[in-house]
């Protein structure tokens, strides 16, 4: 199995905490930041695998997979021993319905928030616009008032086990608890007690530190940057 | 089973194009565009399936869903004949890869143009940005030629059996070709091909028969401006 990627990329991370918790052996393909970007450089092989040209890319004999979360929900789906028990329907109901909340409701105020308090300030770009960030951080309050609610009664989003709905959110959810939007973290008790487990979860911990053991070297200037904070 | 809705929305029409695909029997709930909205009116029971306050939602015995591609997921692939056969790794690697990119790259352009070029008039409301348009178009160009390269080889998008993808793009695809986007899609024979193929087919017809046969009766208004175009 090998992953093509830039492991300081969230949708990248999003994959890696998949293989680490399903305890799969692949190989990681440091891709070059400026030839994912709208290339002009086009002979790479493995811009034939990404029409879209988005990474990650994961290719698992002749599968050839982009789009970070059909690949985080096939890995989690595909490996290990959920393939070996029936699939519940109100399990896949429960999975399904917060997956897509991940995707539409928590992931576009909680990037644009990563982006301008965070990106944008670290790579010099202008200052962030204060009336944006409050619109964001109104947005994403509203969807982590949800949360708030579900995890209540439950130790995950999905329930008491540890879901792919969790997974796909540590990425965003690590670079918020690093910046001031942490704040709409804490001040809601269990949205903050599951935070905290899901980010203590191993497969996370081995990002982080597949990240420090250079599975980026070659990122070294954007990685040091990112160490500071 | 019973489908809370506003059969013009879009999202609504995604659900129900897999019901009638999958020829399941189901409740319709017109629900009002009113309460639907930001509402202050929290009396009605539906609002408690639905913390996000979106609508669709799907009620399945106990089982209670919103997000309208995570509905039709679940509805596509636990009801039918899709159960019954072992589900092979790569025809499911295929289909979330292009669920994904149905969701994250075709969606937002194409519904921000419709909203721009289509909506927006029949509204009243403010005249389209032309640049913003041009932008919208531009990207969903991008989108279609990738769409039009994977045509070339197959007569559906994720091979030759229609899939829970296409539906995924009736809505939309549907408004597409009832505005100036449309040139976006004849110019590229492979997508036109197929768009003419999945908006053809019986599932799409009931559900664009069942907006015309007063399923959503309490949104006349709304509707006969739908119809004028």
Redesign the interface.
């Known amino acids: 199995m090998k992953v093509y990627g830039c492991a300081i990329s969230t949708s990248t991370q999003r994959i890696l905490a998949c293989l680490y918790e399903k305890q799969l052996d692949f190989e990681f393909v440091a891709v070059d930041i400026e030839v994912a970007g709208p290339a002009s450089n086009n002979n790479d092989t493995f811009l034939s695998l990404k029409?879209?040209r988005c990474l990650p890319i994961l290719q698992?004999d002749?599968?050839n997979?982009?789009?970070?979360?059909?690949?985080s929900?096939?890995l989690f789906?595909?490996y290990g021993n959920r393939?070996d028990v029936e699939?519940k329907?109100?399990k896949?109901?429960t999975e399904?319905?917060w997956?897509?909340?991940e995707?539409?409701?928590f992931d576009p105020p909680a990037s644009s928030l990563i982006f301008h308090t965070f990106y944008k300030p670290m790579l010099r770009m202008i200052v962030p616009n204060k009336s944006v960030v409050l619109g964001l951080e109104s947005s994403l309050s509203k969807?982590l008032d949800?949360y708030d609610?579900?995890l209540a009664h439950c130790t995950y989003l999905t329930g008491d086990e540890f879901s792919l709905v969790d997974i796909n959110h540590l990425p965003i959810l690590h670079l918020i608890m690093a910046c001031n939007a942490k704040n709409l973290v804490q001040c809601r008790p269990n949205v903050f007690r599951w935070a905290l487990l899901i980010l203590a979860r191993p497969c996370w911990v081995k990002v982080l530190e597949a990240i420090d053991n250079g599975i980026t070297h070659n990122y070294s200037f954007l990685l040091s940057i990112f160490n500071q904070n």
């Open positions: 029409p879209f698992d002749d599968i997979m982009f789009g970070s979360r059909a690949i929900n096939y789906n595909c393939m699939i329907k109100k896949m109901a399904l319905t997956l897509e909340m995707s539409k409701s969807v949800v609610a579900q």
